[in-house]
């Protein structure tokens, strides 16, 4: 009772030296608790400065494998043809089966990377040429016992019924068995996703084209990276569904993978929020009204008309032409706004200047169109044909003997024998004659 009155402001005013005791002891107080926040604020500061140093050195260390791997990858690969035996061959649903390779002279085999493919050299019976055709791979670089490519028999549009299926995919669906040897090449293309970087990625496809994007999901998946990553499919309905429970895995093992599948024809026992999330057809709009901005990395796949409407798409809703990748099968599928500008100021060059193209074995000469891309498209526009595997200028088989003048590359990396030119990813850039 007697210490609650001396602390009374009665009882202060009373005892100066109590006043001034007080006062000493608040201001104290006082210091005691702005040094308190001060360390706080610089323990918080150092931890943060800690936090970032870690991350720094995980990407360093993560930086440091990526290099090694793709050492390792050099000194396993092989040029030319290597024999593969076929392991294993799986149903996945209706006309597509899984195959899963191996070396047949038992040494290692390179990683890869993800969205990259194998370059196959098809001997089927009654064809006097050995048939070039490059299929995705759908194994992921981890996978590093075994190669797997997964393949739809690929039948003629069915507004063309006079058109061939696919001979490449009816061979390996109809014919291709385990314990079967195959030619392959090594893994090539340009279509991948960089795995030492942390950007946030989209991954879509439709139909067959999920082989490369899974393969670049499980990768993600498999390293323990933490890129925020949103894959995309599309399907008729679940009985089209290829390589349906490795999608599962990613959706339940991996938080920052979201995946976002759509029926375009949901079957009668297919559930909306069970076996799929939208219905109807994947698009841009679809994209817009899922992910919370258009701030990604787009990597995509499948066939022309879905690529093409998906690229416009995604175009007109701001992303920049360099955010946009896709497989390079087929490259004239998507007409890019910079190629239309080059186009165009090819043609008001040309235009002064005529360049034809002579095909020798014909003897037929044609004068050059700007408008189509390649020399392997101007060969097949004027009736002509030219033997074709990946379209990307990796494995090959379009390679053309060059007579007299000369062409430019459309893509860098580009690597023909001398003397000849790669015609699916090449121009002319003077009078040509070709041995062809």
């Given at each position: 009772m007697q210490t609650l009155l001396l602390l009374s402001p009665e009882g202060?005013?009373?005892?100066?030296?109590?006043?001034?005791?007080?006062?000493?002891?608040?201001?104290?107080?006082?210091?005691?608790?702005?040094?308190?926040?001060?360390?706080?604020?610089?323990?918080?500061?150092q931890q943060q400065r800690f936090n970032l140093e870690m991350?720094?050195?995980?990407?360093?260390?993560?930086?440091?494998?990526?290099?090694?791997?793709?050492?390792e990858q050099e000194k396993a690969s092989w040029n030319g043809w290597r024999k593969f035996r076929v392991v294993q061959k799986a149903y996945e649903c209706e006309?597509?089966?899984?195959?899963?390779?191996?070396?047949?002279?038992?040494?290692?085999?390179?990683?890869?990377?993800?969205?990259?493919?194998?370059?196959?050299?098809?001997?089927?019976?009654?064809?006097?040429?050995?048939?070039?055709?490059?299929?995705?791979?759908?194994?992921?670089?981890?996978?590093?016992?075994?190669?797997?490519?997964?393949?739809?028999?690929?039948?003629?549009?069915?507004?063309?019924?006079?058109?061939?299926?696919?001979?490449g995919s009816g061979f390996f669906v109809d014919k291709v068995k385990e314990g079967d040897l195959l030619n392959v090449k090594a893994p090539?293309?340009?279509?991948?996703?960089?795995?030492?970087?942390?950007?946030?990625?989209?991954?879509i496809s439709a139909g067959v084209g999920i082989t490369p994007v899974l393969s670049m999901a499980r990768e993600i998946a498999a390293s323990g990276s933490k890129r925020e990553t949103w894959f995309f499919f599309v399907c008729r309905n679940r009985a089209d569904y290829m390589l349906k429970a490795e999608v599962d895995a990613l959706a339940s093992r991996a938080d920052n993978i979201r995946v976002h599948v759509c029926y375009s024809r949901p079957g009668k026992e297919d559930v909306k929020g069970r076996d799929f999330h939208g219905e109807g057809r994947l698009n841009a709009d679809v994209l817009r009204?899922?992910?919370?901005?258009?701030?990604?990395?787009?990597?995509?796949?499948?066939?022309?008309?879905?690529?093409?409407?998906?690229?416009?798409?995604?175009?007109?809703?701001?992303?920049?032409?360099?955010?946009?990748?896709?497989?390079?099968?087929?490259?004239?599928?998507?007409?890019?706004?910079?190629?239309?500008?080059?186009?165009?100021?090819?043609?008001?060059?040309?235009?002064?200047?005529?360049?034809?193209?002579?095909?020798?074995?014909?003897?037929k000469v044609f004068p050059w169109n700007p408008a189509l891309l390649n020399l392997l498209d101007f060969a097949r526009a004027n009736g002509l044909q030219i033997d074709s595997g990946c379209c990307a200028g990796s494995c090959g088989s379009c390679s053309v003997a060059i007579k007299e003048g000369e062409v430019e590359y459309l893509v860098p990396g580009a690597n023909p024998e001398a003397g000849s030119c790669l015609t699916c990813v090449c121009r002319p850039k003077s009078d040509l004659v070709l041995d062809a």
């Open positions: 202060l005013a009373s005892n100066p030296g109590l006043l001034i005791g007080f006062g000493l002891l608040t201001a104290v107080a006082a210091q005691t608790g702005l040094a308190l926040i001060r360390s706080a604020k610089r323990l918080t500061q991350e720094r050195l995980q990407y360093e260390v993560k930086l440091a494998k990526s290099r090694w791997d793709l050492a006309e597509v089966y899984s195959f899963v390779l191996q070396p047949h002279d038992g040494k290692p085999i390179p990683a890869f990377r993800p969205g990259q493919y194998l370059t196959f050299g098809l001997e089927i019976p009654g064809r006097e040429k050995q048939l070039v055709r490059c299929y995705s791979l759908s194994s992921a670089p981890s996978d590093r016992e075994y190669y797997r490519v997964t393949i739809k028999k690929e039948k003629a549009p069915p507004d063309r019924p006079d058109l061939p299926h696919g001979v090539a293309g340009h279509f991948f996703l960089e795995t030492d970087r942390e950007t946030p990625v989209v991954l009204a899922v992910l919370p901005s258009n701030n990604y990395d787009y990597f995509m796949c499948g066939n022309g008309s879905f690529m093409k409407s998906m690229y416009e798409g995604l175009i007109a809703w701001g992303v920049p032409e360099g955010k946009i990748h896709y497989e390079a099968f087929g490259p004239a599928t998507i007409k890019k706004t910079s190629d239309t500008v080059t186009l165009r100021k090819e043609a008001a060059v040309t235009a002064g200047k005529a360049v034809s193209v002579k095909f020798g074995k014909s003897g």
